[in-house]
C-alpha cells in the first residue's frame, strides 16, 4: 500500500482503470443481494449497468440466502468459485471474495487470466491440429485419385492390348488362311501366263499355216471363227488380264505380309529391326485414309537405321500419331513423317500442318480417355498408349509442339539400344 | 466465401504466389499490426488465421501438382517453439508446384521426431522456418544437431523473424540458404 501512499495523486486515475477493467468484476451488496454499486464488468457479468444496476440478486452459487449464514472471524466470509449471471442462460464461473463490513457485502470477481491464456494456447494448437491433419487428408486423397488413375490407365492399356491381342490373332490367322491360297493362286498364274503365251504362239504358227496352204472355203471358215470370237481383241487382252492379275496377287502378299508384320504376334520381345520398312510396313493400314484426303505425304523408306524395340508395339506408337495427324489436316494437307539418328537416339517426327493443339488441351492429350475427337470416333486411348509404349516400355520419351492451325509436331525418343 | 473469392483471384491471376504474397499474406500481417495496436480481439486474430488456413487447405487440394517420376522431397518444419505455420505452409505449396514431394510438420515437432523423420524420409531438403526473433537461439542450435546427424542435408530457412534482426543478436548461419518470399523460393527451385 506504499504506492496508494506515495502517489495519491493516481488514486483517480487507479480507480477509474480498475472500474472498467475487463477482467475484475466487483460490487457492492445488501444483504439481500440488492446492488448498491458495481463495476463495468460485475454489471456486465449480471446483464445490467452501472446507473441502472438490475437485476438484483443474481449470484447463483453461493447465492445471497448462502452468503448471510456464512460465519468468520474476520471480514472475509467466503472465497471460492463463484457462479454468477442468469443461470438458465449466460453465467461466468470466476475466482471471487466475498468481505463483510457492517451491513454491507463487496464481491470481488476475477477471470482466472493464466488458465484462459493456456487454454487459449492450447486451442490455438489443436487448430493447428486439426489443420493440419486436414492437409494431410486431403494428400492423402490426391495420393488416393492417382493411384486410382493409374489403376484405370492400366486397366484399359490391359483391355486394349487385351483387344490388340484378339485382332493380332485373328490377323495373324487370316494372314496365315490367305497365304496357302495365294501361293497356289500365284503359282497358278505363271503356269496360266506360260501356257497362253504357247497358246497364242501356237495359233499364230496355224494361222500362218492356213494362210499359205488353206483352200479359200477353209481360209474363210477360219476367218469366221475368227472374228466370232474376237480372236485379235481376246490374244491381246489376255496377256494383259494376266500380268493384271498377277500384280493384284503380288499386292495381296503384300498386304498379308504387312498385316502379319503388324501384328507381329511372334514378337513379343525386343529385336533388333530395320526401322524404315518397318514403319513402310505400318504405312499401309493408313494408305487408303490418306490417299482419300488427299494428303501429300512424304516418308523416305530407303534409310537404313536398326534399332532394338518391341517392333509391334513401336508399330502401334507410330500407328497413333499418324492417325492423329491424318485427322487433324485438311483435305490436301501435308504430312511428314521422318527418322533420325542422334546421340544414340532414334527420333521419329511425325509433322503436321493440320489445326493444332490448344495450349490447354497438351496437357491433358496423353491422359486416358482425354480426346477432341465426336463422340464414338476415337476412343481417347491412342495416345497414352504411345506415351506408355515410349516411355515406359522404351525407356525414350515424347516431345510435342503446336500451333494453332499452324500444325503439329511429334517426336517418339527412343534408345538405341534397350538396356 | 472467402474461398470462393480466393478461387475468383486465381481464375483472373492464375498465379497462387501472388495469392498467397499479396493477399494472404497481407492481409495477415495486417491483421498482426491491428492485434498488436489492439483494434482487434485475440480471437478475431485466430479467426483470420483460421480461415486462411481453411482456404490454403481447400487450394491445396486444387493446386496444379506436375507429375513427375524422381519426386525430390522435402520436410518442412518451425523452429521449436515457434507457433507459426501459415508462410510454411505456402512455401511447402510452392515445392509441391515444383513437383517437390513435401513433408510438412508445421509447429511443436520435438527434435528427436525431426531427426527420426529425416531418417524416414531421406528428404533432399529440410526447410526451417523463423517467425519470432526470440527463437532464433532455437533455429540455431536445431540446425546444429541437423548438421552433425546429415551433413550433407540442404538446409534453407526463411520467415520473417529474420526481418526482425535488429531486435536481437544474429550470428551467421554457416552454408544455410536464407530465402525471403515466394518468388525467391521459385527461382531457387527451378534453378537447382
Ligand atoms: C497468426 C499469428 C499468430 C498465430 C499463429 C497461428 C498459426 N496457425 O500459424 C498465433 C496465435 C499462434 C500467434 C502467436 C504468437 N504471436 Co503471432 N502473429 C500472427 C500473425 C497475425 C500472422 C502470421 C502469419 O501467418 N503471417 C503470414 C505469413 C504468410 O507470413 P510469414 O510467416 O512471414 O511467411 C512468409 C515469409 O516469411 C516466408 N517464409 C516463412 N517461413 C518460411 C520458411 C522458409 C524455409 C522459407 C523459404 C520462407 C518462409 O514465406 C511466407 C510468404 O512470403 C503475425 C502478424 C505478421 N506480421 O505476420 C503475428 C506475429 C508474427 N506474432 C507475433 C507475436 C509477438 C506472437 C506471440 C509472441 C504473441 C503472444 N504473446 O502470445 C505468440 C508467439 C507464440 C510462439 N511461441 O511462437 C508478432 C511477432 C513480433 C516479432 N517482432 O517477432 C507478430 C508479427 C504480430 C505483431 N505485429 O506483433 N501468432
Known amino acids: 500500500m506504499k504506492i496508494r501512499k506515495a502517489n495519491p495523486e493516481w488514486d483517480a486515475l487507479i480507480n477509474e482503470m480498475s472500474m472498467n477493467s475487463a477482467s475484475i468484476a466487483y460490487g457492492l451488496f445488501t444483504p439481500e443481494g440488492n446492488l448498491i454499486f458495481a463495476n463495468n464488468t460485475m454489471c456486465h457479468y449480471l446483464g445490467t449497468n452501472t446507473t441502472e444496476l438490475q437485476p438484483q440478486n443474481n449470484l447463483i452459487n453461493p447465492n445471497f440466502e448462502k452468503i448471510v449464514t456464512y460465519k468468520s472471524n474476520s471480514e472475509l466470509v467466503f472465497e471460492g468459485l463463484l457462479t454468477i449471471g442468469d443461470y438458465t442462460n449466460k453465467h461466468y464461473v470466476l475466482n471471487s471474495k466475498i468481505f463483510k463490513r457492517n451491513n454491507t457485502y463487496l464481491v470481488f470477481a476475477e477471470a482466472d487470466v493464466f488458465h484462459l491464456f493456456e487454454e487459449n494456447g492450447k486451442m490455438s494448437s489443436l487448430n493447428q491440429e486439426v489443420n493440419n491433419l486436414q492437409r494431410q487428408l486431403i494428400k492423402e486423397k490426391k495420393t488416393l485419385q492417382q493411384t486410382l488413375n493409374k489403376l484405370k490407365e492400366t486397366q484399359q492399356l490391359l483391355i486394349h492390348s487385351e483387344k490388340m491381342n484378339a485382332l493380332g490373332q485373328m490377323i495373324a490367322g487370316v494372314a496365315h488362311e490367305i497365304n496357302n491360297p495365294i501361293a497356289f493362286v500365284t503359282n497358278n498364274l505363271y503356269e496360266l501366263e506360260k501356257y497362253a503365251q504357247n497358246f497364242i504362239t501356237a495359233y499364230h504358227s496355224l494361222e500362218l499355216e492356213v494362210e499359205k496352204n488353206a483352200s479359200q472355203e477353209l481360209k474363210n471358215s477360219v476367218q469366221r471363227i475368227r472374228e466370232e470370237n474376237e480372236i485379235d481383241y481376246v490374244t491381246e487382252d489376255m496377256t494383259e488380264i494376266i500380268s493384271e492379275s498377277k500384280m493384284g496377287v503380288e499386292r495381296v502378299k503384300k498386304i498379308v505380309e504387312d498385316l502379319r508384320k503388324f501384328s507381329r504376334l511372334d514378337e513379343a520381345e525386343i529385336k533388333r529391326i530395320d526401322l524404315a520398312s518397318t514403319i513402310d510396313s505400318t504405312l499401309t493400314i493408313v494408305k487408303a485414309e490418306i490417299a482419300k484426303k488427299n494428303i501429300q505425304f512424304s516418308f523416305d523408306s530407303t534409310q537404313k537405321m536398326m534399332v532394338d524395340c518391341y517392333p509391334g508395339q513401336l508399330n502401334q506408337a507410330i500407328l497413333n500419331v499418324l492417325v492423329n495427324a491424318i485427322q487433324a489436316v485438311n483435305d490436301g494437307g501435308k504430312i511428314g513423317l521422318q527418322i533420325k539418328e542422334e546421340d544414340n537416339q532414334v527420333m521419329i517426327i511425325v509433322e503436321d500442318n493440320g489445326i493444332g493443339i490448344t495450349k490447354e488441351n497438351m496437357s491433358k492429350i496423353f491422359d486416358p480417355f482425354f480426346t477432341t475427337k465426336p463422340v464414338g470416333s476415337g476412343t481417347g486411348l491412342g495416345l497414352s498408349i504411345t506415351d506408355k509404349i515410349i516411355n515406359d516400355l522404351h525407356k525414350g520419351k515424347i516431345e510435342v509442339a503446336s500451333e494453332i492451325d499452324k500444325g503439329t509436331i511429334f517426336k517418339l525418343i527412343i534408345p538405341k539400344e534397350i538396356k | ?192
Not at chain 2, 523452429?79 to 513435401?102: I, L, P, R, T, Y
Not at chain 2, 538446409?155 to 552454408?175: M, P, R
Open chain 2, 1 to 192: 466465401m472467402c474461398a470462393t473469392i480466393a478461387k475468383n483471384y486465381l481464375v483472373e491471376n492464375p498465379s497462387i504466389k501472388d495469392l498467397y504474397e499479396e493477399v494472404f499474406k497481407e492481409a495477415l500481417y495486417e491483421v498482426g499490426r491491428l492485434w498488436e495496436a489492439n483494434k482487434i480481439t485475440v480471437a478475431t486474430e485466430h479467426l483470420a488465421t483460421a480461415i486462411t488456413e481453411g482456404i490454403l487447405n481447400e487450394l491445396y487440394g486444387e493446386l496444379d501438382i506436375p507429375e513427375t517420376k524422381h519426386q525430390h522431397k522435402v520436410v518442412l518444419a518451425c523452429a521449436s517453439n515457434e507457433a507459426h505455420q501459415v508462410g510454411v505452409k505456402m512455401v511447402a505449396d510452392v515445392f509441391e508446384m515444383n513437383g517437390w514431394e513435401s513433408y510438412f510438420l508445421g509447429t511443436g515437432i520435438p527434435m528427436s521426431e525431426l531427426v527420426k523423420f529425416i531418417q524416414q524420409t531421406e528428404p533432399a531438403v529440410v526447410a526451417i522456418s523463423l517467425s519470432i526473433f526470440f527463437n532464433y537461439r532455437n533455429l540455431v542450435e536445431m540446425i546444429a544437431v541437423l548438421k552433425s546427424e546429415f551433413p550433407n542435408l540442404t538446409i534453407i530457412v526463411g520467415g520473417q523473424g529474420f526481418l526482425h534482426q535488429k531486435e536481437g543478436s544474429f550470428e551467421k548461419l554457416e552454408n544455410i540458404k536464407y530465402i525471403s518470399n515466394l518468388y525467391e523460393l521459385d527461382t531457387y527451385l527451378k534453378s537447382i
